[in-house]
């Protein structure tokens, strides 16, 4: 199994460079990837900043590389919760940070706007996120 940068995937979505993107297409369609949540946290990062991607763009992307058969996402449950969240409003990486931390106790944060939000549309058993 091999491991992807952001920019493979990158390439392989928006296909801005024709020659990367070939290769980078020819890679996902021909061996068993594996990207890692830190890899998912900075592409969203990317399409979003770099590109003008829309959240809901943003969240169907994410959505599309975590069912691909030869494509293991870490964190896959984590990530797809996540894309949900975003199209309650969530900042992806807000949401993720709080998908991964199930089994805690609670969030804890300083952003009373995350809190409140989390508070009317975080699906249990996530951890309650409260203010600190």
């Given at each position: 199994m091999r491991a992807v940068d952001t920019n493979v995937l990158v390439r392989a979505l928006v296909r801005d460079d024709a020659a990367q993107a070939g290769k980078a297409i020819d890679l996902l369609d021909q061996h068993e990837v594996f990207v890692p949540v830190t890899?998912?946290?900075?592409?969203?990062?990317?399409l979003r900043s770099r590109y003008g991607f829309t959240s809901d763009k943003v969240a169907q992307a994410l959505a599309l590389l975590c069912e691909m058969p030869r494509l293991f996402v870490?964190?896959?449950d984590a990530v797809r919760q996540a894309t949900v969240r975003m199209a309650q409003g969530w900042d992806f990486a807000d949401a993720l940070h709080h998908a991964l931390s199930q089994g805690c106790e609670d969030f804890m944060s300083l952003d009373e706007k995350l809190v409140r939000r989390a508070s009317r549309s975080a699906p249990k058993?996530?951890?309650?996120?409260?203010m600190l």
């Open positions: 890899v998912i946290l900075e592409l969203e990062w990317v870490g964190e896959a058993p996530l951890p309650p996120l409260k």
